[in-house]
């Protein structure tokens, strides 16, 4: 059945762009993805995802929302991104080369068993405020720590990195969604 405004098919309800209509008020849609949205004109829902709208990534069980445009969404993780204090990934193992091949990280805590030298991490998508902390625990490896996207870390582009020798541990906080600050965490006991 299609009226111009809506569209029922096999008992769902859809709206061009996924909007539903409830009484004369567009409801924001909520969509899902398998894995970390994209952004841009060909990225996730592009052409469909209306500004606001929320998008969960049911891999990493993060929740994302449309900042940017119906054309062009930017995927932004909300407050409640999954980056709780209580995330905590163990023995983890630095991979790639380069950013694109480098370890995405899920967790707020994200402990390294792992560190051939040469290898990397790459920090998760973080909104204004959020943090995560790596720590380089074993071996005497240094590794790379790239930031998401077009982001920064203390104003170095994201796909260069930032080294973290070993054994230390940094606290990446983000100033905005694409500038990162990076602060050393105390020194290992004795």
Request: no cysteine; glycine share 16%; aromatic share 6%.
């Amino acid at each position: 059945m299609t009226t111009g405004f809506v569209q029922r098919y096999k008992g769902k309800i859809a709206t061009a762009y996924g909007g539903i209509w409830q009484g004369g008020v567009k409801s924001v849609a909520v969509f899902t993805n398998v894995g970390v949205p994209t952004n841009g004109t060909g990225g996730s829902l592009a052409g469909i995802a209306g500004v606001g709208a929320l998008l969960v990534d049911s891999t990493n069980a993060v929740t994302y929302q449309n900042t940017g445009t119906q054309a062009s969404p930017t995927w932004t993780a909300t407050g409640g991104s999954g980056l709780s204090t209580t995330t905590v990934a163990t023995g983890l193992t630095s991979t790639g080369s380069t950013a694109a091949g480098a370890l995405a990280l899920t967790a707020q805590d994200n402990v390294l068993a792992t560190s051939a030298a040469g290898t990397g991490v790459i920090l998760a998508t973080l909104t204004a405020g959020q943090r995560q902390r790596v720590w380089n625990r074993t071996g005497t490896n240094a590794i790379h720590v790239y930031a998401p996207g077009g982001a920064t870390i203390d104003g170095t582009a994201g796909t260069t990195g930032v080294a973290l020798t070993a054994p230390k541990a940094v606290e990446f906080f983000a100033e905005t969604g694409s500038t990162f600050v990076s602060a050393a965490l105390g020194a290992v006991s004795s």
